[in-house]
């Protein structure tokens, strides 16, 4: 560690030096290390009204630390206590930490080698269940982003010519940033990707028209709005693989129950009944219960996808510029 | 450094890992009204402090675990001097926790201290 730290002079340096030292870092940690720090500085600068910023923020790279002090706590710090906090992932540890205390450890994800165990074993994932869930949600919440983008946008545009033009883009691109972090909790909790839990650093400096300047060249708002309008079509395939796979496999899954009630001539696969054909009920049990699983592997691996797909366009953006 | 230092450095941070937690959760079990990042960190200053946190930065990712474990509960509420500030208060669960923790703590304190000064009770 080298003992000449450069000390900056503003807050907007300080939190410059900050970034600079996460370079690399998860950018979901990143944002939240920046809002973290912005919180300390600014309260701390509130305390002490009658000295100027550069001599605070001396005294508080000894309290709170120096940027790259504070980097290191971060990226130290976070993986320890999340080891610690988080409940084990998978169901299998679930299982095993059954005593209740021994769940806090380091979870070792291993593998089943077999691929029949690896095909059944998606039943005990909760991980799978929660994507399905996100599958079906999706298309409300894709309708949702998507009349709210259009709608904000068109409206924007629209009022650009009247005097509540530029307020009302002003508030409409704050929605966007606030449902941006709304759709990062719904993608951690339920795709389990790691998203930012506080809003992406804002510069307070600088006049109001600078700051819708800022909010317009910022690339994370073009791409949450992108994000947004995506959602229609996606949310749309999202449900319709999800309910179809699940509407099919319970079908097949239901030929046996419908046999025994005597609703057997109502069914028919291949120019013959079900009635005709008595014996189709366990091929057909067996290809819904197999459905089942395959609909569930389709959606952990959706889940994997679009989770990857919400880092990228929600997270990623601010924090490579 | 010398190698004291370097050793003295270590056992800081190893006692410092358990111990954040429990503070945290002790702070915020006798608040009476809820706390946010800056209010918490300044409670630190003075004596604990270099043992505990080495810097007040290391608090806030520790308050956000205690968060998203369900010890503490969060809300967000605007402020005229930087970001909206996130307040934090303690949660049922986080108070039986604390007690536990409480308990566990005292124990620890009691066997180290008989084995430090030494004593034998039989």
Known sequence: MSNILQTPKTIPEY???????????????????????????????????????????EKVSSSYGAPEEVAEIYSEREVAVSEAFRSPRASIQQTQSSAGVASVGVSVNKKPQNPIAWFFGVAADPRAYAALFYMLLSLATGIFYFTWAVTGLSLSLGFMILIIGIPFAVLFMGSVWALSLVEGRLVETMLGVRMPRRPAYVNQEGGFLTRIKEILVDPRTWATLLYMLLMLPLGNIYFNIAFIGLILSLSFLSAPFIYFLGYADHV??????LAEQPWLVIPMFVIGALGIFVTLHVARGIGKLHGQLAKNLLVHTSANS | MTETEIHLKKFQKELSAGMVSLVLLGVLGQATEPMYGYQIAKRFEGAGEAVLTGKQSALYPVLRNLSASGLLDSFVEPSVSGPPRRYYQITEDGRAVLSEWMNTWNATRGFVDSILKGDSHE
């Open chain 1, 268 to 273: 028919h696969l291949f120019n013959t009944s």
């Open chain 1, 15 to 57: 939190l410059e030096l900050l970034r600079a030292a996460l370079k690399g870092k998860d950018p979901a940690l990143v944002q939240d290390a920046l809002y973290d720090a912005e919180e300390y500085l600014r309260a701390e600068l509130a305390e002490h009204p009658g000295q100027d910023e550069a001599s605070v923020l």
